[in-house]
């Protein structure tokens, strides 16, 4: 029996693990008690991955579909095949007809994250989605006006903080969106216990919310008119100073007078937060010793989260707590994250437009919910292949359209752990490695860590059956496709450098390690052979207030942006949504919800997870009871496209609110135990037009919707 440190790449938290091993068999995976950062916490997901790992409806062979069955190939089969596929695609109807979408954890693996955006520059294609567009692009948008690149994202400093008020978030159950930060709750009791104040808005009174002393109701999709109606105050109430934000930037004057006709007293009939309590908010947040307004993806998914997140920063820099001790702060990673960041997004984004509606890419991907269209338009340039990487678009897409346009398809390769709702539709499945089986490095958090720290892991055992780590595949794609991986020039300057270095000798060339040798070299705050010494990472340098703002940012003059023409256009759009919130209507407007014991839609085959009350619609009691409606109904929420569950009544959630789950629904995955769960795909009701993105980001608009909600029968 051995031990090896390790730590989870399940979600931003990156908690450390302790992986408990006889010979290539996990026997037991437990929170890591003497890690420096996590200090043995650590959620039922991470501690379940040894289940996952040896998950038997795991994919562990290449497969192929034929006459609607799966047969297991071999790699080189499957290699030469899909390879064959996309070179006589390329040649007939050029390169944009192949696309790649990748998941969620694509973010969580450094072979995935850098290894794919060089498969796709070596096949020419601009034809890239994401998961990112449902629930992050408003943030990737807004970091980009404002700080001139898109992963600046500023983190609270949470040691300090008097004042946190979370918005759309919570942490209870799913920690912190954009911010690494482990046990994030026992950080939020510390604020109270030192007399500071933690306010929690949400249409849900969340199980963060019970942990805590306040909690406001707000209606969904409204949250932009509340932090507009806070900024009056600031500006025409406590008359902020404005002369430091001047300092760092241009068109605070702009900023400061978009809230000019939004008085908490306007914006009370929308919000449902009375004008008393608005105002209140915005004096306590100006007064403390330290703020912080942090809005997570209640409030990113909805109607306006680019205009919402904006408000955020430009608020943040008004009254002196961006770069300041107890408000948000900038970390600094082992290497210069931001830099590598634009190298990638400069390789991918030369401009191009979806064939339809022409809409634009976000973080290096065209929006996902955009993607049915750009395979069914008729068009000689459509997508005919697709790539699909850690990823369920079927089930993570709004509509149902995903359906018609998969089987237009000449071509759909599937590189996963498992099969899914997506991978049903597949013509090759491509086993992958799980996160046990693979080295790794949280390289796409770097700048979002509330304690900065660098960790390194060996693969804990080695791949299991014929599993494959994604670098290799990325890579014998790519040449098999008659494109040089290496001719890409993101992976190709890289490697030319990593040669002069020569840090990893003895390996073949350009694996992740190799990579990882050289960005670590070029940063100089640590190494790779420091890292394997200490395998529960090291610290770096606490973030710090002051140490961006005229030092850092990355824009041609160092100053930000606070009034960016984007932003600054969308604003009328306020004008005419408030119209439709204050006008009755039909239906209840729907929010989502996490689980502690769920994860999207791929963490619900593993067995030693119980799921007994993740897959209800909640309603509250007044709803309820105009609908006729008791507890445990089955009632079915949407119109065409509609989902049925059984209803829980609670005063948790405030009226005219219907909150399902997302994620549920695999009656039509390869996965026995989910297979099995009662549940539906909320996603499925929801609309899909072009009216229902949002124009400043592309990203999908899921919450906020009213749906028809009635009992089934």
Not at 401 to 409: G, Q, T
Not at 603 to 618: E, F, P, T, W, Y
Not at 668 to 680: E, T, V
Not at 693 to 712: D, Y
Request: hydrophobic share 40%; proline share 6%.
């Amino acid at each position: 029996m051995r031990q090896q440190k390790t730590y989870c790449r399940i979600c931003e938290a990156h908690c450390g693990l302790e992986v408990e091993l006889d010979g290539e068999q996990v026997i037991n995976v437990r929170p890591d008690k003497t890690h420096p950062v996590s200090q043995g916490y650590a959620c039922i997901k991470g501690s379940a991955i040894g289940d996952l790992h040896h998950d038997p409806d795991r994919i562990n062979y290449p497969q192929k579909k034929v006459d609607g069955h799966w047969q297991r190939i071999s790699w080189p089969q499957a290699i030469k095949e899909i390879g064959a596929q996309v070179r006589g695609l390329r040649k007939q109807h050029g390169n944009r007809s192949i696309a790649h979408y990748f998941g969620n954890p694509t973010n969580f693996s450094m072979q995935n994250f850098l290894y794919s955006a060089g498969f796709m520059q070596a096949l020419g294609s601009p034809n890239a989605f994401a998961s990112h567009s449902i629930d992050l692009n408003n943030k990737f948008h807004v970091s980009k006006a404002v700080y001139g690149m898109l992963d600046v994202h500023p983190v609270p400093d949470l040691a300090h903080c008097q004042f946190f008020m979370c918005l759309g978030g919570n942490p209870q159950v799913s920690q912190m969106s954009v911010v690494c930060v482990t046990n994030v709750m026992s950080k939020l009791k510390a604020i109270e216990e030192r007399g500071g104040r933690v306010v929690i808005v949400d249409p849900r009174r969340t199980e963060t919310a019970k942990k805590v002393k306040e909690h406001h109701f707000i209606t969904p999709g409204t949250d932009v008119w509340l932090l507009l109606g806070m900024l009056h105050v600031l500006i025409h109430e406590l008359r902020l100073d404005l002369s430091a934000a001047r300092q760092h930037a241009h068109g605070v004057e702009q900023f400061a007078h978009i809230a000019d006709a939004w008085s908490p007293e306007r914006v009370a009939a929308l919000t449902g937060i009375s004008a008393a309590c608005t105002r209140e908010l915005a004096q306590a947040y100006a007064a403390a010793e330290g703020a912080v307004l942090y809005m997570s993806t209640g409030v990113n998914m909805g109607p306006f989260g680019s205009l919402s997140y904006w408000l955020v920063q430009g608020m943040s820099l008004l009254t002196g707590n961006l770069d300041a001790q107890g408000g948000l702060v900038f970390p600094q990673g082992p290497f210069d994250m931001t830099a590598l960041v634009k190298r990638i997004e400069d390789q991918l984004d030369h401009g191009e437009k979806t064939l339809k509606d022409g809409w634009g890419k976000e973080a290096g991907a065209f929006p996902a919910a955009t993607l049915a269209d750009e395979i069914l338009i008729d068009h000689p340039e459509r997508i005919r292949a697709l790539f699909v990487s850690a990823g369920n678009p079927r089930h993570s897409i709004p509509g149902n359209r995903l359906d018609r346009a998969f089987e237009k398809l000449d071509l759909l390769v599937c590189i996963d752990i498992y099969r899914s709702e997506t991978a049903e539709y597949a013509d090759y499945l491509l086993p992958a490695t799980d996160m046990l089986e693979r080295s790794d490095f949280p390289i796409s958090h770097l700048n979002f860590q509330v304690e900065p720290h660098a960790q390194y892991t060996a693969a804990v055992v080695k791949p299991k059956f014929e599993r494959k780590p994604e670098w290799w595949i990325f890579t014998e794609l790519a040449l098999a496709s008659g494109a040089s991986f290496w001719g890409a020039t993101l992976m190709n300057g890289l490697g030319r450098v990593l040669q002069l270095y020569n840090r990893v000798p003895g390996l073949p060339a350009y694996q992740p390690d190799h990579l990882l040798a050289l960005l670590l070299k070029l940063g100089g705050q640590t190494s790779l052979a420091t890292l394997k010494r200490h395998p529960q990472g090291v610290r770096l340098p606490p973030a710090a207030g002051a140490s961006f703002l005229g030092r850092r940012v990355p824009t041609r003059d160092g100053k930000l942006q606070l009034a960016p023409d984007s932003l600054m256009a969308d604003l009328p759009r306020l004008d005419a949504a408030c119209k439709i919130y204050e006008a009755s209507g039909e239906g209840l407007r729907v929010i989502g919800r996490r689980e502690r014991r769920s994860h999207n839609s791929w963490m619900h085959n593993v067995r030693r997870i119980k799921h007994d009350s993740g897959i209800q619609a909640l309603l509250n009691p007044a709803d309820a009871q105009m609908l006729g409606v008791a507890d445990g109904d089955a009632v079915v929420v949407g119109g065409t496209a509609a989902v049925e569950l059984p209803a829980k009544l609670t005063e948790d959630l405030m009226p005219g609110v219907v909150c399902v789950p997302h994620g549920w629904g695999h009656q039509h995955s390869g996965l026995s135990k989910a297979r099995a769960l009662p549940g539906m795909n909320i996603n499925q009701a929801l609309p899909d037009s072009r009216a229902h993105l949002e124009p400043v980001s592309g990203q999908a608009i899921m919450l906020a919707h009213r749906l028809v909600v009635r009992r089934a029968g």
